[in-house]
């Protein structure tokens, strides 16, 4: 899987969980922070993602990354980089 | 060995003065739907008359007020577990057990980490009452810990800000015994996760550094991993069915749900609309008190314990899952069984009652107080508190009983009661 279409994933699950950024635009640029999803909100996005992409890992391996654009090329990473 | 250990009597203190969080939201300019999400009404502010030893007195004197003479000489050990200390080396635990009046065949010390420290402290007194190495003995244990961080410096208030709204104070104390009428522990039924992250710390006296994302993801990490190590240890254990009622360690109420619809999902792939009446039913009394005080830290399982105590449906003996958190990071997920005595038990504290009697401060008194110029800071050597810094809130605990700080005096806190 490219890290586009983890970022397509990503995106996707973002507007399921905060359905108020339905219509926004959002990109590899993007961090969820700035786009006003909470703490909890992230965490969930991470969960259903990881969910997706059939990823048992810890949590906190998924922290430090500063946009949407670095966390699909940590998750990639994390899938084998297949 | 003993048969039996587990809290015998529980106390919660919740300070003199409270300020209203959604006020503080908007002072603040918050978003206030987001602040919906907090699961937040109140958060306790401590005064310069309070320290983590008032506190933690304040909420130990009605239980120990409570016991014959014979009962008080039996408690022979005092815990206290804070990430508020006083001191490098005198724990506050010595002048809990002075000021409580205790018999000096006494174990006293302090527990540190972080949120995890009154787990810690419940399982070492526990353990000590199984042992049965002084059959018939009783320990104390009191979390206490209170927030002060904006003190340091304009740096310190731009740290705090993410937690602002939830950081509380208080404290619980809780008698240990092999006479448990508030909590049975389930002997040997835990799980426990812990391994070194930097998500949230305290590196000075006044000031809390963290990262609330790596908290969130390190606490949801330790709930799933907890769970699990609970469930290798008892056989038939299920997350769903094993526990009437549930009390998590509580930052802030969203956090919880948050971990349980992930442990939900995980476990049992259940939909939104099950997990939301499950999390009602099974861990909305648990934040009965918690989002009147804050984040009360090593304390705030047990608050959320009391608070299930005070208002939940318990007509039957039934089971409670508590879960514990400690930034750092080290967990534990563990059980008992409470009964409708352990409720009218509880109940009886007037918990509530004590946090209506707060003073409601202003966002002016809550920024004065922020600037902390009459709070006697860690290392002090000498100084006295000037108590009607608020004159309202002073006002409130005359002729309470209550325990205040009144003075350093080389270094030695100085009280009385008023």
Not at chain 1, 15 to 43: F, K, N, Q, W, Y
Not at chain 2, 49 to 56: H, L, S
Not at chain 2, 348 to 366: F, V
Request: with cysteine.
């Amino acid at each position: 899987m490219e890290s586009d279409d983890i970022l397509s994933i990503l995106i996707g699950q973002i507007r399921e969980v905060v359905p108020e950024l339905v219509d926004h635009d959002i990109g590899a640029a993007d961090s969820m922070a700035a786009l006003g999803v909470d703490s909890v909100e992230r965490s969930e996005v991470l969960m259903n993602t990881l969910e997706i992409l059939g990823l048992d890992l810890p949590m906190v391996q998924l922290h430090g990354p500063r946009n949407l654009g670095e966390l699909a090329l940590l998750l990639k990473a994390k899938c084998g980089g297949a | 060995m003993a048969l039996t250990a587990g809290i015998e009597a529980l106390n919660v203190y919740g300070g003199a003065a409270c300020l209203d969080v959604r006020e503080l939201c908007v002072h603040r300019g918050l978003d206030m739907p987001r602040f919906d999400n907090l699961l937040m009404r109140e958060k306790t502010v401590a005064l310069p008359f309070e320290d983590p030893i008032t506190f933690a007195v304040n909420a130990a004197k009605p239980l120990v007020d409570a016991l014959s003479p014979s009962e008080r000489a039996r408690i022979e050990m005092v815990v206290t577990c804070t990430e508020s200390g006083i001191d490098f080396g005198k724990s506050i635990s010595t002048y809990v057990h002075h000021h409580l009046g205790l018999a000096g065949n006494c174990r006293l010390f302090e527990i540190k980490q972080a949120c995890y420290s009154g787990t810690a402290g419940l399982q070492m007194a526990v353990n000590f009452i199984l042992s049965a190495t002084s059959p018939g003995a009783k320990a104390l244990v009191v979390c206490t810990d209170l927030s002060r961080f904006a003190l340091a410096d304009a740096a310190a208030v731009q740290e705090w800000a993410y937690s602002e709204p939830s950081s509380g104070a208080g404290a619980v104390a809780l008698l240990v015994s092999d006479t448990p009428h508030i909590l049975r522990m389930d002997v040997g039924a835990y799980g426990n996760h812990g391994f070194e992250v930097m998500d949230t710390c305290r590196p000075g006296p006044d000031t809390e550094a963290g990262d609330a994302d790596l908290s969130l993801l390190a606490y949801l990490d330790c709930c799933e991993r907890c769970w699990k190590d609970y469930a290798r240890r008892v056989e038939g254990a299920d997350f769903n069915h094993s526990f009437s009622y549930l009390s998590f360690h509580t930052p802030f109420g969203g956090m919880v749900k948050g971990a349980h619809r992930a442990l939900m999902r995980k476990l049992f792939k259940a939909k939104p609309d099950e997990i939301e009446a499950d999390f009602s039913r099974r861990l909305g009394p648990s934040l009965t008190f918690g989002q009147r005080v804050g984040n009360t830290a090593g304390g705030s399982v047990f608050l959320g314990l009391a608070g299930l105590l005070e208002t939940a449906p318990i007509t039957e003996p039934c089971r409670i899952g508590l879960f514990s958190y400690g930034s750092g990071c080290c967990s534990e997920f563990y059980s008992g069984v409470v009964s409708p005595d352990s409720q009218r038990r509880v109940r009886a504290m007037g918990i509530g009652t004590g946090l209506d009697r707060r003073y409601r401060l202003s966002i002016d008194e809550y920024e004065k107080l922020l600037r902390g110029d009459h709070v006697i800071r860690f290392g002090q050597k000498d100084a006295t508190v000037a108590p009607d810094t608020i004159a309202g809130a002073w006002n409130t605990v005359q002729g309470s009983g209550r325990l205040v700080l009144d003075a350093m005096v080389g270094y030695h806190r100085q009280y009385r009661f008023v």
